[in-house]
């Protein structure tokens, strides 16, 4: 086993009892970065002096006797959607190119706190629209495991980055299944936290009611590790949960004693890939050889979740980026050629004598606007902008958006009534493995419909996690999905730790790298 | 659930967009998938059922009115495309 094989907590402890320094680390994830990441494409952004300066820091701090952080020495890698001070932060947006944000966001500064070295940044599909990555507007992300499929998406850099050796640990974001997703179809681990367990200040806001920063890493160990500083209340995210955090890494070496898992059977059903529904089968069934009891039972308006969640995360969606204007920051449309424009558009309406055009037409505000916006978003951010901003019009609200609202609350009631019969539910995390690049773009409906397993966490606010639970017969990953009641954070990552002890999907490393699915 | 184009140039206005001939036509198209599908909603029923706008039922979390520093102006100013010393510019508006 290589030293970048290994996982978090073990660096931690190399680190601490000074077996290891904190360049030598870094250096061992930079040197891998440079082999690999030409063909996986993980990083938006990798500044590889400034991480050594940095790791040579801490390097010194502890040679000096200094007390450090939590998480002191180790790299961690951070989704492009986390605002870092004076770095640019581009969310894979051509409108964020040159942004450079004036402060951290919430979860940037505890990590500093904790003297991580942030390695790099990941790519993401646009604003976190996306499950495949290919909406990123700079480049695709290739899954390590076979590089002409997706990594899922949007958090893929981070999930590929953590898959080919890249960083031990990554910060994504999930607002429909952008952790969990990527995680399960690159043989990673995924958490998504309760709504309001990790502050989201700071975060470049795509659905503020669903959206929730959360840790990537090989284990729920290293889970544990990474929530322990995410987690939180911040005064500066009014939506962020005054409640204590628990001590993840203390607790989740614990197996979950009388585990009562719920199989949901809605989630079994049409366009379950047979590989997959066989993974996830047999690992219930070393759920049950360690002790848990199962049972089936019905959510019966899981079949509304994509539906319902493709109405409100657009309307969100379209009115969180109205922000983005050509004014304060961001792109903005060459403003004399769109002024000529304009120019000559007048006068030839005027000349064919059209009044109702020419009143029809836009100030040069508004136009500016248009122009900036529409140079600067890709088309499922669009999308998404004109389905939201439809669904939220005068004469559809009540239909689409009120409609949804309800929906919502009856997929938190269905949660609700099975948390009072289970622990944890257990199923799959995609429909399929991953799929290949380019195979669904032009149909956004498919792309959506791949989201039905997550996007109702998300709706109902709880958390969940994926794990690795075996391989198709092409060899590619199989995540195992596990939701909680709301702040049960530790009882998720015990629940994955024990797996992760009956089973090692989750060491496999990618055939690039020279592992294989089978060892 | 079809829509028809001045529908689209009419969402397209109302969310600051601008879109080119192709892009309208290809999102006739996909708008309508997509809002088609979302016709299933329809036979929930949802009577009585309050609307769930978030998922932490909180409402008016205050801070003590205590004032903080802020971003200064050359910072709030330093990401703005177009500018002077002291404020946004933006083209004219009547």
Same mark, same amino acid.
């Given at each position: 086993?290589?030293?970048?094989?290994?996982? =978090?907590?073990?660096?931690?402890?190399?680190?601490?009892?000074?077996?290891?320094?904190?360049?030598?680390?870094?250096?061992?994830?930079?040197?891998?970065?440079?082999?690999?990441?030409?063909?996986?494409?993980?990083?938006?952004?990798?500044?590889?002096?400034?991480?050594?300066?940095?790791?040579?820091?801490?390097?010194?701090?502890?040679?000096? %006797?200094?007390?450090? %952080?939590?998480?002191?020495?180790?790299?961690? =890698?951070?989704?492009? +959607?986390?605002?870092? !001070?004076?770095? @640019?932060?581009?969310?894979?947006?051509?409108?964020?190119?040159?942004?450079?944000? @004036?402060?951290?966001?919430?979860?940037?500064?505890?990590?500093?706190?904790?003297?991580?070295?942030?390695?790099?940044?990941?790519?993401?599909?646009?604003?976190?629209?996306?499950?495949?990555?290919?909406?990123?507007?700079?480049?695709?992300?290739?899954?390590?495991?076979?590089?002409?499929?997706?990594? /899922?998406?949007?958090?893929?850099?981070?999930?590929?980055? +953590?898959?080919?050796?890249?960083?031990?640990?990554?910060?994504?974001?999930?607002?429909?299944?952008?952790?969990?997703?990527?995680?399960?179809?690159?043989?990673?681990?995924?958490?998504?936290?309760?709504?309001?367990?990790?502050?989201?200040? %700071?975060?470049?806001?795509?659905?503020?009611?669903?959206? !929730?920063?959360?840790?990537?890493?090989?284990?729920?160990?290293?889970?544990?590790?990474?929530?322990?500083?995410?987690?939180?209340?911040?005064?500066?995210?009014?939506?962020? +949960?005054?409640?204590?955090?628990?001590?993840?890494?203390?607790?989740?070496?614990?197996?979950?004693?009388?585990?009562?898992? &719920?199989?949901?059977?809605?989630?079994?059903?049409?366009?379950?890939?047979?590989?997959?529904?066989?993974?996830?089968?047999?690992? +219930?069934?070393?759920?049950?050889?360690?002790?848990?009891?199962?049972?089936? #039972?019905?959510?019966?308006?899981?079949?509304?979740?994509?539906?319902?969640?493709?109405?409100?995360?657009?309307?969100?969606?379209?009115?969180?980026?109205?922000?983005?204007?050509?004014?304060?920051?961001?792109?903005?449309?060459?403003?004399?050629?769109?002024?000529?424009?304009? !120019? =000559?558009?007048?006068?030839?309406?005027?000349?064919?004598?059209?009044?109702?055009?020419?009143?029809?037409?836009?100030?040069?505000?508004?136009?500016?606007?248009?122009?900036?916006?529409?140079?600067?978003?890709?088309?499922?951010?669009?999308?998404?902008?004109? #389905? /939201?901003?439809?669904?939220?019009?005068? %004469?559809?609200?009540?239909?689409?958006?009120?409609?949804?609202?309800?929906?919502?609350?009856?997929?938190?009631?269905?949660?609700?009534?099975?948390?009072?019969?289970?622990?944890?539910?257990?199923?799959?995390?995609?429909?399929? @493995?991953?799929?290949?690049?380019?195979?669904?773009?032009?149909?956004?409906?498919?792309?959506?419909?791949?989201?039905?397993?997550?996007?109702?966490?998300?709706?109902?606010?709880?958390?969940?996690?994926?794990?690795?639970?075996?391989?198709?017969?092409?060899?590619?990953?199989?995540?195992?999905?596990?939701?909680?009641?709301?702040?049960?954070?530790?009882?998720?990552?015990? &629940?994955?730790?024990?797996?992760?002890?009956?089973?090692?999907?989750?060491?496999?490393?990618?055939?690039?790298?020279?592992?294989?699915?089978?060892? | 659930?079809?829509?028809?184009?001045? *529908?689209?140039?009419?969402?397209?206005?109302?969310?600051?967009?601008?879109?080119?001939?192709?892009?309208?036509?290809?999102?006739?198209?996909?708008?309508?998938?997509?809002?088609?599908?979302?016709?299933?909603?329809?036979?929930?029923?949802?009577?009585?059922? *309050?609307?769930?706008?978030?998922?932490?039922?909180?409402?008016?979390?205050?801070?003590?009115?205590?004032?903080?520093?802020?971003?200064?102006?050359?910072?709030?100013?330093?990401?703005?495309?177009?500018?002077?010393? *002291?404020?946004?510019?933006?083209?004219?508006?009547?």
């Amino acid at each position: 086993m290589t030293l970048i094989d290994r996982t =978090a907590t073990d660096h931690l402890a190399d680190l601490i009892a000074g077996r290891i320094s904190s360049v030598e680390l870094t250096r061992a994830y930079l040197d891998q970065i440079d082999r690999h990441d030409s063909r996986v494409r993980a990083f938006l952004r990798v500044d590889p002096q400034a991480a050594l300066d940095r790791a040579e820091d801490i390097d010194r701090r502890r040679a000096a %006797g200094q007390s450090l %952080g939590r998480l002191a020495g180790l790299p961690v =890698a951070i989704k492009d +959607v986390l605002c870092t !001070q004076g770095e @640019p932060t581009t969310c894979a947006s051509r409108i964020l190119e040159n942004f450079r944000p @004036p402060y951290d966001a919430t979860v940037i500064a505890r990590l500093k706190a904790a003297d991580a070295v942030l390695i790099g940044k990941t790519n993401m599909d646009e604003f976190a629209m996306g499950g495949s990555n290919e909406n990123s507007a700079f480049h695709p992300t290739h899954n390590p495991w076979d590089l002409s499929r997706i990594p /899922g998406g949007s958090s893929g850099g981070a999930a590929a980055c +953590v898959a080919a050796r890249m960083a031990p640990l990554a910060v994504g974001s999930d607002t429909g299944g952008s952790i969990r997703s990527p995680a399960g179809l690159c043989g990673v681990s995924g958490l998504k936290p309760t709504y309001g367990r990790v502050s989201r200040y %700071g975060l470049v806001a795509f659905a503020s009611s669903l959206d !929730q920063i959360g840790p990537l890493a090989q284990t729920a160990e290293d889970m544990a590790l990474l929530l322990e500083v995410l987690a939180g209340h911040d005064a500066a995210d009014s939506t962020s +949960v005054n409640l204590p955090v628990p001590q993840y890494t203390k607790t989740v070496r614990q197996p979950l004693a009388g585990l009562r898992l &719920g199989m949901v059977r809605e989630h079994f059903g049409d366009g379950l890939d047979v590989e997959v529904e066989a993974a996830v089968r047999e690992a +219930v069934r070393v759920y049950e050889s360690l002790g848990a009891k199962v049972t089936w #039972l019905s959510m019966p308006h899981s079949k509304y979740a994509v539906a319902t969640y493709y109405v409100i995360a657009p309307c969100e969606a379209s009115s969180n980026l109205a922000r983005y204007d050509g004014v304060h920051y961001g792109h903005r449309t060459d403003e004399k050629q769109m002024l000529a424009d304009l !120019q =000559a558009e007048h006068a030839r309406l005027q000349k064919a004598g059209d009044k109702r055009a020419l009143e029809n037409t836009e100030n040069p505000l508004i136009r500016m606007y248009r122009r900036s916006r529409a140079e600067g978003f890709g088309p499922e951010v669009k999308r998404r902008i004109m #389905l /939201g901003t439809y669904a939220l019009s005068a %004469g559809y609200y009540d239909a689409y958006y009120k409609k949804a609202l309800q929906v919502r609350r009856l997929i938190r009631q269905d949660f609700d009534r099975a948390f009072e019969e289970v622990d944890l539910l257990i199923g799959p995390v995609t429909p399929t @493995p991953a799929f290949k690049i380019g195979e669904k773009i032009d149909d956004p409906l498919a792309m959506y419909l791949f989201d039905l397993y997550t996007v109702s966490t998300n709706l109902a606010g709880i958390g969940a996690l994926s794990i690795p639970c075996g391989f198709s017969s092409a060899g590619l990953p199989i995540g195992l999905h596990l939701q909680a009641p709301p702040f049960e954070e530790e009882r998720l990552l015990r &629940g994955a730790r024990m797996f992760q002890q009956a089973t090692d999907w989750h060491g496999r490393k990618p055939a690039m790298l020279g592992g294989s699915a089978d060892c | 659930m079809s829509l028809s184009r001045p *529908e689209v140039e009419k969402i397209a206005l109302l969310g600051r967009l601008l879109l080119s001939e192709e892009e309208i036509k290809r999102m006739t198209v996909q708008l309508g998938d997509v809002l088609g599908y979302m016709d299933l909603l329809g036979e929930v029923d949802t009577t009585n059922v *309050e609307p769930m706008v978030h998922a932490q039922d909180m409402t008016n979390v205050f801070r003590d009115d205590v004032a903080h520093p802020s971003l200064d102006r050359g910072q709030a100013l330093a990401n703005a495309p177009h500018r002077d010393e *002291e404020c946004y510019l933006v083209p004219a508006v009547l």
